[in-house]
Nanobody, 119 residues
């Protein structure tokens, strides 16, 4: 049984930065993809950024340049550096991980960490 544990969320003012971290606990797998999604009240959960083991990345286009994803394959951790935060970035941020077993895909989600950007 694997768990993803997020940390680093909090309350910040516009223009400030946060760094989110996600680390697995329990059974540790060599995840194929790891990354971050977010969900604001009344909104669908949306992609923030994901990164594969080889280093490929997919960003939500509007966030590219402000947010930077990184991961440590050996530790199976993934971080999200969030700069120049805006009020519209306020959301619950969820860590995501994926592994493939044959032709099947298994997804894992963290509990989420609240990020609030407000003056």
């Amino acid at each position: 049984q694997v768990q993803l544990v997020e940390s680093g969320g909090g309350l910040v003012q516009p223009g400030e930065s946060l760094r989110l971290s996600c680390a697995p606990s329990g059974n540790i797998f060599n995840f194929y993809a790891m990354g971050w999604y977010r969900q604001a009240p009344g909104k669908q959960r949306e992609l923030v950024a994901v990164m594969g083991r080889s280093g490929w990345t997919n960003y939500e286009e509007s966030l590219k340049g402000r947010f930077t994803i990184s991961r440590d394959n050996a530790k199976n951790t993934v971080d999200l550096q969030m700069n120049s935060l805006k009020p519209e970035d306020t959301a619950v941020y969820y860590c995501y991980a994926n592994r493939n077993i044959g032709g099947t895909s298994l997804d894992y989600w963290g509990q989420g960490t609240q990020v609030t950007v407000s003056s």
